[in-house]
């Protein structure tokens, strides 16, 4: 099972960007979806973006025009980034593939805090 390492979080002021990264432990099979998920504290996890290995992409309504998932093959690596930040996206984010979201397999996430 490809493990996934999230990173790049950090404080931002609103407005501001950030790139996160989505680390996986072996070449990606190319029948994957990676999805970047959050958190925000007192609400549920929800989707943001997900990329197919073919790179169709899908966003939240929340954060469509603003952020661009993305996906290198050659380093295994699902990419975020995330521009004109509000203090509404301050959450913790994850990466995860589809098989992983029905398991309920989670990684440590990134933390990402939009200060207003």
């Known amino acids: 099972q490809v493990q996934l390492v999230e990173s790049g979080g950090g404080l931002v002021q609103a407005g501001g960007s950030l790139r996160l990264s989505c680390a996986a432990s072996?070449?990606?099979?190319?029948?994957?979806?990676i999805g970047w998920y959050r958190q925000a504290p007192g609400k549920q996890r929800e989707l943001v973006a997900a990329?197919?290995?073919?790179?169709?992409?899908n966003y939240a309504d929340s954060v469509k025009g603003r952020f661009t998932i993305s996906r290198d093959g050659a380093k295994n690596t699902v990419y975020l980034q995330m521009n004109s930040l509000k203090a509404e996206d301050t959450a913790v984010y994850y990466c995860a593939t589809d098989l992983a979201v029905a398991r309920g397999s989670w990684g440590q996430g990134t933390q990402v805090t939009v200060s207003s």
């Open positions: 990329i197919t290995a073919d790179g169709r992409s």
């Open positions: 072996r070449i990606l099979s190319p029948n994957i979806k």
